[in-house]
């Protein structure tokens, strides 16, 4: 199974309009605690962002407030978040196409994380596999929805409250498909 952008789009959007609420307070948590901790906590932060949307696609209830839930998986988050920083950073240093090319390792690894693995590194190593084996069309979705986050700037940064959560929704949906386990929700 293979990544399509246009069905990461579609998740993002429906996902988005059955709880807006939930999903705009959890992006401004996210966002509030990331930046308080100096960037060093958006790991965590995002696999219980992650965990809250696989509630969401099996089908469960959840709350913004689920966000937190990625402090039991601390360490992990903390070393996909760190390290895959980096290892994009990098990428991006060397020439935009290597950096675009590697964007859509932190989306990877940090479901990886979410689904239950307990070692960053492993995490990241199993991501690299999923990059590999989607690299240019996991490149491309990841850079649509990079393009609809950014729309959310053309309103005095208020779009960002509609444009932020879709595409994190549709690159938790990007990282499922590249997992193995399709664009659409369970249940």
């Given at each position: 199974m293979g990544i399509d952008t246009g069905a990461c789009l579609s998740a993002g959007w429906e996902g988005f309009k059955k709880n807006p609420v939930?999903?705009?307070?959890?992006?401004l948590l996210v966002g509030?605690?990331?930046?308080?901790?100096?960037?060093?906590?958006?790991?965590p932060m995002m696999v219980g962002y992650m965990r809250m949307m696989m509630r969401e696609a099996e089908?469960?209830?959840?709350?913004?407030?689920?966000?937190?839930?990625?402090?039991?998986?601390?360490?992990?988050?903390l070393i996909?978040?760190?390290?895959?920083?980096?290892?994009?950073?990098?990428?991006?240093?060397?020439?935009?196409?290597?950096?675009?090319l590697l964007a859509p390792l932190m989306p990877y690894a940090l479901y990886i994380v979410a689904a239950g693995e307990k070692d960053g590194v492993a995490a990241l190593k199993?991501?690299?596999d999923m990059l590999q084996a989607h690299l240019v069309p996991g490149a491309i979705c990841w850079f649509v929805l990079s393009l609809v986050a950014v729309l959310g700037l053309v309103g005095c940064f208020?779009?960002?409250?509609?444009?932020?959560?879709?595409?994190?929704?549709?690159?938790?949906?990007?990282?499922?498909?590249?997992?193995?386990?399709?664009?659409?929700?369970?249940?």
């Amino acid at each position: 199974m293979g990544i399509d952008t246009g069905a990461c789009l579609s998740a993002g959007w429906e996902g988005f309009k059955k709880n807006p609420v939930n999903h705009i307070v959890a992006v401004l948590l996210v966002g509030a605690v990331s930046s308080v901790g100096m960037g060093l906590l958006t790991g965590p932060m995002m696999v219980g962002y992650m965990r809250m949307m696989m509630r969401e696609a099996e089908g469960q209830t959840t709350s913004a407030g689920d966000v937190f839930k990625g402090f039991e998986d601390f360490v992990p988050g903390l070393i996909v978040g760190l390290l895959g920083s980096i290892i994009v950073s990098a990428g991006y240093a060397f020439c935009f196409i290597p950096g675009l090319l590697l964007a859509p390792l932190m989306p990877y690894a940090l479901y990886i994380v979410a689904a239950g693995e307990k070692d960053g590194v492993a995490a990241l190593k199993r991501a690299f596999d999923m990059l590999q084996a989607h690299l240019v069309p996991g490149a491309i979705c990841w850079f649509v929805l990079s393009l609809v986050a950014v729309l959310g700037l053309v309103g005095c940064f208020v779009g960002l409250l509609v444009t932020a959560p879709i595409a994190a929704i549709g690159s938790f949906y990007m990282a499922r498909m590249a997992a193995g386990e399709g664009a659409l929700a369970r249940g």
